[in-house]
């Protein structure tokens, strides 16, 4: 059996370790990962696509939640598949080019039409750290918009210090929050903007634990709730009853927020730590999704799935774009 490179395990180990996070950069860093699997082959041409598919396999075990990672498994596998042999590492060569530029296409579009959507003056609430947020706010920030941002700790994992990072070096005014004052701060907010790991058919938003409660008190306070969701995060199986899974992470990511005494305190009770890292939002509170097809109401993310992404090949969940 071939090896796989050092290269791909390492990857691996840094998606599932969150040193590359991000549904977008994951999905990126898997494209990667399956061209550079794909140009060290040197086995025999027949062998090729079962390597590459335990390729998809290491890839796939990851991170459970952000859908964009297997819609990039299935896209490059599903167009390995179909060509002949011979033929095939040169098929997975290219479809891991083409989702490369997909998702750089759509999230250029996305920043787009986010950025348009921003009004000249804005206090925008986001939550987490998501790329596909903080390139929108610098785009509008740079297109003259007087722009502020209240961003959360967003714990355990602390992804706001990313956010706040570089909308910081971008000379964007920003507010640091604890979780717990969402409900206090959305009242200053004219808009909550957010990222998304994941979107169902019927418009569910799945993204960063604590998602749903800025939405509700959003919703609550009037203020509208926009998520920016390339289409490569809809996801395919929903649309046949498939829940989308909510990743759960080693304990000791919150344990690790405390000081020793205390956690040695916690885990001497014996007390059970749970840490789920995404939550679910429902279609009702959110305002639209900012896809790279446009601003679109919750409701047509059925659409989205149907028509855009399709289904078929690999074990019936891979993405098919109809060009
Ligand atoms: P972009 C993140 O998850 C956040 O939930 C964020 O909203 C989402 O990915 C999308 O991020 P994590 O990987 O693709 O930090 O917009 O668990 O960068």
Do not use: W
Request: a neutral charge; proline letters at 5%.
């Amino acid at each position: 059996m071939v090896l796989l490179p050092d290269e791909i395990v390492r990857i691996a180990q840094d998606i599932s370790g969150m040193r590359i996070r991000g549904a977008g950069r994951i999905a990126k860093a898997v494209a990667e990962a399956m061209l550079i699997a794909a140009q060290k082959y040197q086995g025999k041409p027949e062998e090729f696509k079962p390597y590459l598919k335990r390729v998809a396999e290491l890839l796939l075990k990851t991170r459970p939640t952000a859908v964009s990672l297997p819609n990039a498994v299935y896209y490059i596998l599903s167009r390995t598949d179909s060509a002949p042999p011979n033929e095939a590492r040169d098929a997975a060569i290219k479809a891991s080019r083409e989702f490369l530029q997909l998702v750089e296409d759509s999230h250029r579009r996305v920043v787009e039409y986010g950025s348009r959507l921003i009004g000249d003056e804005e206090v925008i609430f986001t939550h987490c750290h998501s790329k596909a947020v903080t390139d929108t706010i610098i785009k509008a920030s740079r297109d003259g918009k007087k722009l502020e941002v209240i961003v959360t700790e967003t714990r355990p994992f602390l992804q706001g210090r990313i956010t706040l990072r570089e909308l910081s070096a971008a000379g964007i005014k920003v507010i640091h929050i604890p979780d717990s004052a969402i409900r206090v701060f959305i009242k200053e907010a004219t808009m909550a903007f957010v990222g998304a790991d994941a979107i169902t058919s019927d418009g569910y938003l799945i993204n960063k634990i604590g998602t749903s409660i800025v939405a509700l008190a959003a919703y609550e306070a009037g203020v509208p709730f926009y998520s920016a969701a390339e289409t490569i995060k809809f996801s395919p199986m929903s649309l046949m009853g498939s829940d989308v899974e909510i990743e759960f992470r080693d304990p000791s990511e919150i344990t690790g927020l405390y000081s020793a005494k205390i956690a040695e305190e916690l885990l001497g009770l014996k007390v059970e730590v749970l840490n789920p890292v995404f939550d679910l939002t429902p279609p009702n509170q959110i305002t639209a999704y900012v896809t790279d097809l446009g601003v679109i109401p919750p409701q047509l993310s059925v659409v989205v799935v149907r028509q855009l992404l399709g289904i078929s090949g690999i074990r019936g969940h891979a993405i098919i774009h109809e060009d």
